[in-house]
């Protein structure tokens, strides 16, 4: 903790950490001092480097009005700034809050305005991130088909010993509701299976929820409709 940027401080790595493995209070709290210290001496990048994962701790905690205005303090700081990636970033965080919110319109305005930003600075993360969004979106509506269409990429490069944490899968879930609905179950077990394994061997509480949530829908669609109501109450559980 020093004058270093946010990304490498001691304080700010902790508060992505705690929100990563499900401390949520614990991170909202960690950043707000991080954030606090950045606006006395940091720089923009710094602040929205925080905002945008506050946006997230926000999110995953169901506040969504919080979050919402978090986002657009970021879009406003980021438009002044005109950075190109800054300002795909901070939409990219006010289309997760349309999205979680129900603003279809919104998403996809604002999704393909980041989309076509993304690719121009050849940014390939944030265009993972964009597809993450529009796939919420797409399952959220029930047209399952066009979902998978945005997250297969991101399915074909999986690595099922590291990429299940929420920061990088959190469209697994998604793509597991996604596959089953359409009936691709024998693509949609592995992603099941890792988030469970790795929800157990590192102590995640989201990865087992959203691991035994999409072993109901798998159990479900095979029409094992005892064993997924067990699932989806161990999901509950978690």
Sequence with gaps: DGATVAVFQATAVAAVISASTGELEAARAQLDVVRQRCLRSGTEIDILWVAHHATMIDLWAGRYADAADTAEDAVQRAEQMGGRHVLTEAWIGQAEVAAYTGRTQDVREITDVALRFCRASGAAL???????????????????????????????????????????????????????????????????????????????????????????????????LDAAEQAAQEALRH
């Excluded at 919420?136 to 690595?159: H, K, N, R």
């Excluded at 691709?184 to 592995?190: G, Q, V």
């Excluded at 989201?206 to 072993?215: D, E, I, K």
Aim: hydrophobic fraction near 50%.
């Design 126 to 224: 944030l265009c993972d991130a964009v597809a993450r969004v529009v796939g919420f979106l797409e399952v959220s509506l029930g047209d399952y088909a066009a979902a998978i269409t945005v997250l297969e990429p991101l399915l074909a490069s999986f690595d099922p010993e590291h990429g299940t944490e929420i920061v990088v899968g959190g469209h697994l879930p998604d793509a597991v509701e996604a596959l089953t609905a359409l009936g691709r179950l024998d693509e949609a077990e592995p992603l099941v299976a890792a988030l469970e394994r790795n929800g157990a061997r590192h102590d995640r509480p989201w990865m087992l929820a959203v691991g035994a949530r999409g072993r109901a829908h798998w159990l479900s669609a095979r029409g094992d």
